[in-house]
């Protein structure tokens, strides 16, 4: 069994983002800017967006956290956007999820410029990456993808089963999975037999946010194990996946860990995306 670090994958890409980003200031005048909006205190929130904050340091990205309050409302909010979306040295932005429920997150979604979506979540880009047009990725998925070819594991013809259909994980990394030739299924909640289903998974990518759901018994001998899940374990207060790491351990053959996992590769295409949205624009502006 081989464990696929993100932390390693990550700190080496980020290495080369920070070198490409240092050439920036004398080719376009300026470093990329993201703009990172989180509302409340949610705990885990707050730690998701100190960690964007400290990646962008890291790599030479200019990154501003906007903190407000719970009670803040829609309208202060796209009224937010707006203003972002017409400020020229605003490369990206952020709306950390989830919101407070009286906001309307699909409706916020949408009123970030597509150009400034470095999340990939914007109905336009969705829609382009279903239609294998070129957009810009959401991060976890593509993360996924990438901590897969790192250890050239074979996609194609092989059986990917998703477990989860959000749209931030579980639908963009099967859409991902698929144009990569993998027959890929879509498990959830509904989902009879999951074990069954899981069993027959090559690939088995799991995104459903419920502590240690996957256990060994579920995992095919040789098969690769991605952990989306970043859970609290309810009796040692600890972080853990939505896999169990041990029991799923003894059966993988790559097995993704957490923390250390996925979430330092969702991070660090965040910074990859937000460099894309600044060279399309500074191709936009000098071509
Ligand atoms: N909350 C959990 N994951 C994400 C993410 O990838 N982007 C945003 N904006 N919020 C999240």
Not at 172 to 186: F, H
């Amino acid at each position: 069994m081989e464990i696929i670090s993100g932390k390693e994958l990550a700190a080496s890409l980020k290495q080369k983002m920070m070198a490409e980003v240092a050439t920036f200031p004398q080719r376009y005048g300026r470093v990329p800017q993201l703009t990172v909006i989180l509302i409340g205190n949610d705990p885990g929130s707050v730690s998701y967006v100190a960690g964007k904050a400290k990646a962008s340091e890291e790599v030479g990205i200019d990154n501003k956290t906007i903190r407000l309050s719970d009670k803040t409302t829609e309208d202060e909010l796209l009224a937010l956007i707006y203003q972002l979306n017409n400020d020229d040295s605003v490369d990206g932005i952020l709306v950390q999820l989830p919101l407070p429920k009286a906001i309307n997150s699909d409706k916020i979604i949408a009123a970030i410029s597509r150009e400034k979506d470095v999340d990939g979540f914007h109905p336009l880009n969705v829609a382009a990456l279903w239609q294998k047009q070129p957009c810009i990725l959401p991060c976890t998925p593509k993360g996924i993808i990438k901590m897969l070819k790192s250890k050239n594991i074979e996609i194609a013809g092989k059986n990917a089963v998703v477990v989860g259909r959000s749209n931030i994980v579980g639908l963009p990394v099967s859409k991902l999975l698929l144009n990569e030739n993998a027959t890929v299924t879509v498990c959830h909640s509904r989902t009879p037999n999951l074990k069954e289903v899981c069993l027959r998974a090559d690939i088995l990518v799991v995104a459903i946010g419920r502590p240690r759901q996957i256990t060994g018994d579920m995992v095919k001998e040789g098969a690769v194990v991605i952990d989306v899940g970043v859970n609290r374990d309810p009796e040692t207060g600890k972080l853990c996946g939505d896999c169990d790491f041990a029991s799923c351990a003894e059966k993988a053959a790559f097995i993704t860990p957490v923390p250390g996992g996925v979430g330092p590769m969702t991070i660090c295409c965040l910074m990859e995306n937000t460099i894309e949205c600044f060279l399309n624009k500074m191709c936009d502006l000098s071509c």
